[in-house]
């Protein structure tokens, strides 16, 4: 699938690099709970740092300043309008006009605070929801997607033998 190999190419330019996985969302909202999943996907195979900061990432700001990573990566879901568990990098400048998150604070907002204080390159991973109803179970695609992604994740950023 082309999608894969773009991903694939777009996130290999991290590899080897401090990286630091931040997942975003809650995971009683059905497709909402991405960023969470998957971190939960990734723990014990990959070599890159892992914060579930849930539903308040605004939490994490200091431990992430303190950690001082080279690369960012928030994971959230983001109704960027593509089909359902379609997976798009975004640069955070590009999250004010092109998506809208699914949360309260501005995943936007929470990183331009980690930039006033540290040097770190950010991206945004998004997974298009299908559905954030509370009570929702994740749907099929997104489960799909989360699976893909994770997969990507630990081959970009391997465990060190």
Known sequence: MGTDQQLLRQLNKLRNSATLIVGIGNLLKGDDGVGPLVCEQLAGKTSAELIDAGTVPENYIQPIIKKAPRNLLVIDAIDFGAPAGTIRIFEPEQLNSHAFSTHALSPRLFVDMVCQS????????????????????VSPQVSQAIQQLSQILAEVFPLEE
């Open 118 to 137: 540290i040097k770190v390159d950010v991206y945004f991973v998004g997974i298009q929801p299908a559905q954030t109803q509370l009570g929702e179970s």
